[in-house]
């Protein structure tokens, strides 16, 4: 079993900053990809941004410049900080990880969601 916490999600004003944490622990013997999700009310789930073990990114078109995704390795934890946010940014994100537990099963598991709201 892998958990997934996420932490760092709260009310800011436009123009603002937020930095999410997610920690994933449990039966970990390798940890691949990492991203972060997120969902608007109304809206499809949208992948923001990913990180793979070897620190290759992906970046949604609208978030580029704006959002850096960052991983800890050795703390199992993906980071993603997030500058300049606008009201369109106003979500729930989730965390997101795949990998493979002990003994090399794979997992693609993902966190309870942390609310992110964007004042104008």
């Known amino acids: 079993q892998v958990q997934l916490v996420e932490s760092g999600g709260g009310l800011v004003q436009a123009g603002g900053s937020l930095r999410l944490s997610c920690a994933a622990s449990g039966s970990i013997f390798s940890l691949n990809d990492m991203g972060w999700l997120r969902q608007a009310p109304g809206k499809q789930r949208e992948l923001v941004a990913s990180?793979?073990?070897?620190?290759?990114?992906y970046y949604l078109d609208s978030v580029k410049g704006r959002f850096t995704i960052s991983r800890d390795n050795a703390k199992n934890t993906v980071y993603l900080q997030m500058n300049s946010l606008k009201p369109e940014d106003t979500a729930v994100y989730y965390c997101?990880?795949?990998?493979?537990?002990?003994?090399?099963?794979?997992?693609?598991?993902w966190g309870q969601g942390t609310q992110v709201t964007v004042s104008s």
């Open positions: 990180i793979t073990s070897g620190g290759s990114t």
């Open positions: 997101n990880a795949r990998g493979l537990t002990i003994p090399s099963s794979p997992f693609d598991d």
